[in-house]
């Protein structure tokens, strides 16, 4: 079993920064490509960024790119999200995903567990 474990939302204004962080639990980390998603209220869960298991490779939402860096420490089990010049849009629930071997990071159906999310709330 894995489990996830998002934290390091919360209330910022806007063109400030946070960074997320995602604790995962088990040996099976390190070999999986692993992403963050999002979802506001009345929206459909989007993609974010993702991150290969190895760290090498990233990928980013058109919406945050330049904005938003996602990275990982295999050693630490741990995958991170530092989240800078924050909008009003990025307000949403935040949740970390460990992503099926082989499949697109940044489709959802791409994931097999998900943690139970972290609100960010960005101010105008």
């Known amino acids: 079993q894995v489990q996830l474990v998002e934290s390091g939302g919360g209330l910022v204004q806007a063109g400030g920064s946070l960074s997320l962080s995602c604790a995962a639990s088990?040996?099976?980390?390190?070999?999986?490509?692993m992403g963050w998603f999002r979802q506001a209220p009345g929206k459909e869960r989007e993609f974010v960024a993702a991150?290969?298991?190895?760290?090498?490779?990233?990928y980013y939402a058109d919406s945050v790119k330049g904005r938003f860096t996602i990275s990982r420490d295999n050693a630490k089990n741990t995958l991170s999200l530092q989240m800078n010049s924050l909008k009003p849009e990025d307000t949403a629930v935040y949740y970390c995903?460990?992503?099926?071997?082989?499949?697109?990071?940044?489709?959802?159906?791409?994931?097999?567990?998900w943690g139970q999310g972290t609100q960010v709330t960005v101010s105008s």
């Open positions: 995903g460990r992503s099926y071997p082989t499949r697109d990071p940044s489709r959802e159906d791409s994931y097999d567990y």
């Open positions: 088990g040996r099976t980390f390190s070999g999986y490509d």
């Open positions: 991150i290969s298991w190895s760290g090498r490779s990233t």
